[in-house]
């Protein structure tokens, strides 16, 4: 039980594209849903925090135009990539969780590599 | 500010062998801790977590020690296998913060010789 799925797994695209990734709880739901971002041999980073039904709660220095969020029902939550350049290339992972104190449970990311 | 951070940031151990991955929190009103293991190119796997009220937790070949005292955090893995190559984090859920929002260790690198 509690799988996420992330997709897609891979992108790699032209600088000033905007790129979508989708977050899926398979057989729970999520009532949080968290997108973090991962450098190189670098742990993770917490970029915010969505709650279905409501707004984001981005970390200090994460810009929420550039980062678009939305957690549009208990199951799925999307991460935007607006307008992305290369310095925007990472590992993006998701996660969900039921809430209070409950483990996260993570999708296998997404790789993004602007050109 | 308050963070978590691990003493090794490598281990490497023989096949068979039991490993042990350290983890120190400085956050005092941290109640949860989990231990995720990350393979390469994937997300974090959860492994094992501990309640505040506990200090030790055992799972399938894993154990978990808290000490709040020294705020420290440990995992044990018995008879190491190569396939428990991998990244390893620590994450702490401090009481203070809301919902379930965690804060990660710096991450440890445990390698498997065979």
């Known amino acids: 039980g509690a799988v996420v799925s992330q997709h897609p797994s891979r992108v790699i695209c032209k600088s000033g594209t905007s790129v979508k990734i989708e977050c899926r709880s398979l057989?729970?739901?999520?009532?949080?849903m968290f997108w973090y971002r991962q450098f190189p041999k670098q742990s993770l980073m917490l970029m915010a925090t969505s709650n279905e039904g409501s707004k984001a709660t981005y970390e200090q220095g994460v810009e929420k135009d550039k980062f678009l969020i939305n957690h549009a029902s208990l199951t799925l939550s999307t991460l935007t990539v607006t307008s992305a350049h290369p310095e925007d290339s990472s590992f993006y992972i998701c996660s969900a969780s039921v809430g209070g104190n409950q483990p996260q449970h993570f999708g296998d990311g997404t790789r993004l590599s602007i050109l | 500010g308050e963070s978590v951070g691990l003493h090794l940031p490598t281990l490497s151990v023989q096949e068979g062998d039991n490993s042990i991955i350290n983890c120190a929190y400085s956050n005092s009103a941290s109640d949860y801790f989990i231990w995720y293991k990350q393979e390469s190119g994937k997300g974090p796997q959860f492994i094992i977590d501990i309640r505040s009220n506990m200090d030790k937790r055992q799972g399938q070949r894993v154990t978990v020690l808290l000490n709040k005292t020294v705020k420290h955090l440990s995992l044990q893995i018995a008879a190491t296998q190569p396939g428990d190559s991998a990244v390893y984090f620590c994450?702490?859920?401090?009481?203070?913060?809301?919902?379930?929002?965690?804060?990660f260790g710096e991450g440890t690198q445990l390698t498997v010789n065979p």
């Open positions: 994450a702490e859920n401090g009481k203070e913060t809301s919902g379930s929002r965690l804060t």
């Open positions: 057989d729970f739901q999520a009532t949080t």
